[in-house]
């Protein structure tokens, strides 16, 4: 059955948008994106600057809803369960006016599943893509995979001769230190240009003024100025004096502030997002640690302390400003498999965490090193401040150390941090996305942000199966078996579930998206 999926919200969206003159758009965030390669690196504002320029097949819109993108109808083949069909659209062009077709989704594809690729995760039960005809696109799977169309929205098409024009075949080894063509340079066939880039500084687009969707979506922000403004006062400053028209983080204590002024609104959604710290569990012996021999994070004892030391009501109260919700889980409200039950955050009782402490023979404590972002998630530096205090009262001393995230991710990728602060947003909405890329194993294919080197091949394979089970109430049940081992096992630590705070002039038209990534075209203006 094929699927046409250009939802009522989508065209409600693009219809009841007011005729007005168009117009740049100064918009501005604490983090830019990391590069400009689209298979990279899998982080929110690095795929959200990228949805500007480049397209994957089938996209999310504002609402959430998958709708066609690159591709204009979808479904299994008839006669192989194993293959998914892609019929794609034509008259595209990308941006230096190479015409798309069925090869650059092929060619892109493939590069998006080699090693260096930080979106192979999301690929890892393909087998093959083909092109049977120009306007044709197929994807095999191993087995039958009924929520395939949900892992590509963030699956990004290049073409195939620019790159290999321009010596970028290949995928930025991000972590590694590398820097490429494909890093600084972007020819996609999105709604809008790339002009210039100035990594951590500014970057310049335009219109594209022969977008297929030029005359599905209101298209009225013809150019794009975006800045990152790390220090949130700078950023609030910078709005509340018209620099910029859109920042997407407002910091929680300057929301009343910017809701209450002249020309301002504040629209705030919960988020698809969890924060969260991971903390090394597989090693004989850690590296920032202070326990010569050991392993303090392999005794679970001592990671049910850290889970009760944690005050998540106060963190919420205190460092968010009532702009959380504690989180009990790591997986968000929106996605499936995801219940209230599992959700519980517990109360925190430093009595239970320091007589667990002392039965796992850490009654006189360690210390530890944490790593923590300070330009990527709401009050991230100061989540951690406030960790470290709690955990002071059980006797684990930590050292804090707050960097970019630019610095930050690769410590985690790299397997060079023990002990961690990360939020994790899950683009398909299911529960394999998380096992996926923060429970299974690291390998070629999975585990590519498991920092915890947490390894379990029984639970591999039950994560592995989730890809090819069609009957979905069984998918569902193994779902939930396999929450019940992440759970039992602590292996990360939740913290809350972020509410998104987008500050912006009145007289802008959108909605909040969950995942936290606006897509330009879909705004207008009063």
């Known amino acids: 059955m094929w699927i046409n999926c250009l939802t009522m919200a989508a065209a409600l969206l693009a219809a009841t948008a007011p005729t007005v003159d168009a117009e740049a758009l100064r918009w501005a965030r604490a983090g830019d994106s990391l590069t400009l390669d689209p298979h990279a690196q899998n982080e929110g504002p690095t795929s959200a600057l990228a949805h500007q320029i480049m397209e994957p097949l089938v996209l999310r819109d504002m609402t959430g809803n998958i ?49 260096e690729s930080d979106f192979k995760t999301l690929l890892a039960s393909v087998k093959e893509v083909r092109a049977p005809e120009r306007h044709v696109f197929e994807i095999v799977t191993d087995g039958p995979n009924p929520i395939m169309p949900a892992n590509l929205t963030n699956i990004f098409i290049i073409d195939k001769g620019w790159a290999q024009a321009n010596n970028a075949v290949k995928v930025q080894d991000y972590g590694g230190g ?111 640690d202070d326990v010569d021999g050991r392993n303090p994070f392999a005794d ?84 951690c401040r406030a960790s470290v205090a709690m955990l002071a009262q059980i006797g684990i001393v930590v050292k804090m150390e707050a960097l970019p995230k630019a610095q930050h991710f690769p410590l985690i990728n790299n397997l060079k941090t023990d002990f961690y602060l990360l939020g994790w947003g899950v683009q398909t909405y299911d529960s394999e996305h998380i096992f996926n890329f923060l429970v299974h194993s690291r390998d070629e294919k999975y585990g590519s942000w498991n920092g915890t080197r947490f390894r379990d ?68 203006f009063d």
């Open 67 to 115: 709708v066609p993108a690159l591709a204009t109808e979808w479904g299994p083949s008839e006669n192989d369960p194993n293959v998914w069909v892609f019929k794609l659209r034509e008259g595209v062009k990308f941006h230096d006016g190479a015409e798309f077709d069925s090869e650059d989704a092929v060619f892109s594809f493939n590069r998006a599943m080699t090693p």
């Open 300 to 383: 679970i004892r001592v990671r049910q302390a850290i889970n009760i030391a944690i005050k998540r009501d106060a963190i919420k109260k205190i460092v968010m400003r009532g702009q959380s919700q504690p989180a009990g889980v790591i997986m968000p409200p929106f996605v499936n498999g995801w219940t209230e039950a599992l959700d519980q955050a517990p109360d925190p009782d430093i009595g239970a965490a320091r007589a667990l402490m002392a039965e796992a023979g850490y009654g006189d404590g360690f210390a530890i090193r944490l790593n923590c972002p300070n330009d990527r998630y709401i009050n991230d530096e100061s989540i």
């Open 457 to 524: 091949a029984g639970l591999d394979a039950r994560i592995e199966a989730l890809a090819t089970e069609i009957d979905l109430a069984k998918r569902d049940r193994m779902i939930a078996e396999i929450w019940q081992v992440v759970q039992d096992e602590q292996i990360y630590i939740p913290i809350h579930h972020q509410v998104l705070n987008w500050g912006m002039r009145s007289n802008i038209r959108t909605i909040v998206a969950s995942d936290d990534t606006a897509k330009f075209k879909y705004f207008s």
């Open 178 to 288: 590398e820097n490429t063509y494909a890093a600084r340079n972007a020819n996609g066939t999105g709604p809008y240009r790339l002009v210039s880039r100035e990594p951590d500084t500014r970057t310049v687009l335009t219109v594209n003024e022969d977008y297929w969707g030029k005359d599905e979506f209101p298209m009225e922000v013809t150019e794009i100025v975006y800045t990152p403004i790390m220090n949130g006062a700078t950023r609030v400053a910078a709005l509340l004096s018209g620099e910029v028209d859109f920042i997407q983080d407002v910091p929680v204590q300057d929301i009343a502030r910017v809701a209450g002024s002249d020309g301002l609104d504040v629209r705030t959604a919960l988020q698809n997002r969890v924060i969260f710290f991971g903390m090394n569990v597989g090693d004989d012996d850690l590296a920032t």
